[in-house]
T-cell receptor
Framework: NAGVMQNPRHLVRRRGQEARLRCSPMKGHSHVYWYRQLPEEGLKFMVYLQKENIIDESGMPKERFSAEFPKEGPSILRIQQVVRGDSAAYFC?????????????FGPGTRLTVL | SQKIEQNSEALNIQEGKTATLTCNYTNYSPAYLQWYRQDPGRGPVFLLLIRENEKEKRKERLKVTFDTTLKQSLFHITASQPADSATYLCALYSSASKIIFGSGTRLSIRP
């Protein structure tokens, strides 16, 4: 019964490159959330997705950032033309559909470093 | 604007004592509040959830209170152990299943 999987765990990119972060939710979970965490700071909500739908992207920057959760396969957070300020830990969480959507289960995170 | 505040200073507690962490919020009327634990280099782990109509919730050595009048939650760890050392995050359900996190309080339990 695997938990939330994220890969890669560490990603290094140069300024201007693209970063792709993957998240496989827990089995049976169809809700995925992405968060960003800077050192010594809390988690900042970015986007909430259900299968093939973006439900809430109010925390995601309008430019360069996009997210998807296709019918098959993992959820992808894509950052185009990365800048140094994008360096952070990106966490994915998943939850079950239905009334018990209260608890989110987090993955180990992807640490993005932009050189 | 909506705000969640946790004690930004680290909390140092002697082993065996009770650790109490505070979470205050403004401009929210959350349906429920959660506490998570986060260890360095890892994702948060869910600990407890308390609903707006509940005053107190317990789980083993953990106790959470929720005062919607004061807009405050307290998180207690009794008989604290060095293994309890971690950062503890308070989180509020905002809307559309969006959870807003506080910045966390770092707890250190010294032997």
């Amino acid at each position: 019964n695997a938990g939330v999987m994220q890969n890669p765990r560490h990603l290094v990119r140069r300024r201007g490159q693209e970063a792709r972060l993957r998240c496989s939710p827990m089995k049976g979970h169809s809700h995925v959330y992405w968060y960003r965490q800077l050192p010594e700071e809390g988690l900042k909500f970015m986007v909430y997705l259900q299968k093939e739908n973006i439900i809430d992207e109010s925390g995601m920057p309008k430019e360069r950032f996009s997210a998807e959760f296709p019918k098959e396969g993992p959820s992808i957070l894509r950052i185009q033309q990365v800048v140094r300020g994008d360096s952070a830990a990106y966490f994915c969480a998943s939850s079950q559909p239905g009334p018990s959507t209260d608890t989110q289960y987090f993955g180990p995170g992807t640490r993005l470093t932009v050189l | 604007s909506q705000k969640i505040e946790q004690n930004s200073e680290a909390l140092n507690i002697q082993e065996g004592k009770t650790a109490t962490l505070t979470c205050n919020y403004t401009n929210y009327s959350p349906a429920y509040l959660q506490w998570y634990r986060q260890d360095p280099g890892r994702g948060p782990v869910f600990l407890l959830l308390i609903r707006e109509n509940e005053k107190e919730k317990r789980k083993e050595r953990l106790k959470v209170t929720f005062d919607t009048t004061l807009k405050q939650s307290l998180f207690h760890i009794t008989a604290s152990q060095p293994a309890d050392s971690a950062t503890y995050l308070c989180a509020l359900y905002s809307s559309a299943s969006k959870i807003i996190f506080g910045s966390g309080t770092r707890l250190s339990i010294r032997p």
